[in-house]
C-alpha cells in the first residue's frame, strides 16, 4: 500500500511539474548572416469548439520572437496548417490584414493580425502595442472568422509572459 501510495504521488507531482510549462525557449543561427534568433512558444491549443474537416485537427501556439539583426520583438499566432481566414483584405503584394478581436483576461481589443499568403503564421500588426497586456493577463482568447466554420476561438495559456519576454529580449539586445 506504501509504494502505490508513492507512486501515485510521485506521478501526481510529476504532472504538475509538465502542466506548469507553458513557454518553451529555443535559439537559431542563421548560417549565412551569424545572426541569432531567439524565440519561444506556448504549448498547442485546439479551438474551443471543434472545427470540420480538414481544420478539424487545427492547433494553434504563441511565439515569441526577436533576431539580433533587428533587435525588435514580436509575437505572433502559429499553427500546424495555413489559417484559411474569412474577411481579410489584401494590405500589400502577399500579404493580408485580418480584424479581429482578442480577448486579454477579461478585456476585449480589436486588433489588426497579418498574414503572408500561405503562412501557417498570424502576427500583429504592431506587437508593442499588445505587450501590456500581455504582461498583466493569464489567458487570451483569439477570435478568428475561419472558412466553413464560422467565429473560431483558441484559448491560449500565457502565464509567465512577462518572465520569459525579459528572457528573450535580454539575449536578443533588445
Not at 533587435?71 to 489584401?90: G, H, Q, R, T, Y
Amino acid at each position: 500500500m506504501k509504494v502505490l501510495f508513492a507512486t501515485f504521488a510521485v506521478i501526481l507531482i510529476s504532472f504538475s511539474a509538465a502542466a506548469e510549462k507553458i513557454w518553451t525557449e529555443h535559439s537559431r543561427k542563421n548560417e549565412m548572416t551569424g545572426q541569432m534568433l531567439f524565440y519561444a512558444f506556448t504549448n498547442d491549443v485546439k479551438s474551443i469548439n471543434p472545427m470540420s474537416f480538414p481544420y478539424n485537427k487545427t492547433t494553434s501556439s504563441i511565439s515569441l520572437a526577436c533576431s539580433q539583426k533587428n533587435k525588435k520583438m514580436s509575437v505572433s499566432f502559429l499553427f500546424n496548417v495555413a489559417p484559411n481566414i474569412n474577411n481579410k483584405e489584401i494590405i500589400v503584394k502577399n500579404f493580408d490584414s485580418i480584424k479581429t478581436r482578442i480577448k486579454f483576461g477579461e478585456k476585449i481589443t480589436n486588433v489588426e493580425l497579418f498574414q503572408k499568403w500561405g503562412s501557417r503564421a498570424i502576427g500583429f500588426r504592431n506587437s508593442e502595442q499588445y505587450f501590456a497586456d500581455l504582461n498583466i493577463s493569464d489567458e487570451l482568447l483569439l477570435e478568428l472568422d475561419w472558412h466553413g466554420n464560422g467565429k473560431v476561438y483558441f484559448k491560449h495559456t500565457i502565464t509567465g509572459f512577462s518572465k520569459v519576454f525579459e528572457a528573450i529580449k535580454s539575449k536578443c539586445g533588445a
